[in-house]
């Protein structure tokens, strides 16, 4: 069965949710995976990956749709002190990688209907900062990929005037030149959409 069609069934079995928190880009080595614990006594594998299960909690990833963005928490045991060298080592790993999969039991490795791309939608989220570190556990609030410090949206200044080489628009050939020798013809910039236009306008809208 799909994963949509087991979703809809009254019978789909436990949810699995897995975590991986990727650090490569923060210059780590490593991706540690977890599991909020072992089903059946035994490690969990998905996909030819396998995710340590490690007591874990996590809450908040829900969109609303309005108001400010989700920031979810995401704490980890830290009991065998696995992840404490590598926070340490990286800046509480702020910016890095959190992603989240859910599937279920049935498409783990190992089971019957074992499918390592039955997932519902993955999300990427970014540490925004360690909320908690101690000898029990590690608490990370998330924010989603924009939502980080620094970050600015659109990445190109919005300016009044167009950045982009104008072309003429030759309306009796049909076709575009570049030699910018019109004083009132339709003139397009390399993204603008033609219009006509007059002497020293432009279109600002970009396609």
Known sequence: MSLQSVAQSFDP??????????????GADMVLRWTPGPLDGIPVSFGGV??????VEAEGFEW?????LPTPR???????????????????????????????????????EAD?????????????????????????????PHDQPGAEIPKRQVLRTCPWKY?????????LDQSGNATRQTLVC????????GEGQHSETHR
């Open 13 to 26: 079995g436990p949810r699995v949710e897995l975590f991986e928190l990727d650090a490569t880009g923060l």
């Open 50 to 55: 396998s995710y340590a299960p490690v007591p």
């Open 64 to 68: 609303s749709g309005k108001g400010s």
């Open 74 to 112: 995401l704490r980890v045991s830290n009991v065998t002190r696995a992840a404490t060298g590598i926070v340490l080592a990286f800046d509480d790993l702020r910016g890095a990688s959190v992603i989240r999969k859910v599937t279920f039991k049935r498409f783990l490795d190992g089971q019957d």
């Open 116 to 144: 390592g791309t039955a997932l519902f939608k993955v999300e990427v989220w970014r540490v925004k900062r360690k909320a908690q570190h101690n000898r029990l556990m590690i608490e990370w609030e998330l924010g989603t």
């Open 167 to 175: 072309r003429r628009w030759d309306a009796a050939a049909r076709r």
């Open 190 to 197: 390399g993204r603008c959409k033609p219009h006509d236009l």
